[in-house]
Nanobody, 125 residues
């Protein structure tokens, strides 16, 4: 299983970025997926998650109303649309897949089984 995250970069505060996570070795539409981030000197935290059908989503309070997680089953990928970015959103963003749970979207990183390599998002003030 491989997850390839892309779309990170440098953006000014108030700008937008769209992260994508392309999967190989598994079918994304069968599993719950999540985006996490880790800022320098901080612990990894969940940003957003989506269940296998796309009918349930979770967002961290800090990104509600600004970020949208979605899946593209035809491309076997999951995306994170990030709008109105803030300097505090600066972090390395990771996508991950949970192959064990389908009914409930998990928010703890330890529940996710496969991880992408991360993509850096830098938001300047």
């Amino acid at each position: 299983v491989q997850l390839q995250a892309s779309g990170g970069g440098l953006v000014q505060a108030g700008g937008s970025l769209r992260l994508s996570c392309a999967a190989s070795g598994l079918t994304v539409s069968r599993y719950n997926m999540g985006w996490f981030r880790q800022a320098p000197g901080k612990e990894r935290e969940i940003v957003a998650a989506i269940n296998w059908s796309g009918g349930r989503t979770y967002y961290a309070d800090s990104v509600k109303g600004r970020f949208i997680i979605s899946r593209d089953n035809a491309k076997n990928s999951v995306s994170l649309q990030m709008d109105n970015l803030k300097p505090e959103d600066t972090a390395v963003y990771y996508c991950a897949v949970d192959v064990d749970h389908t009914l409930v979207v998990q928010t703890a990183g330890k529940e996710y089984d496969y991880w992408g390599q991360g993509t850096l998002v830098t938001v300047s003030s």
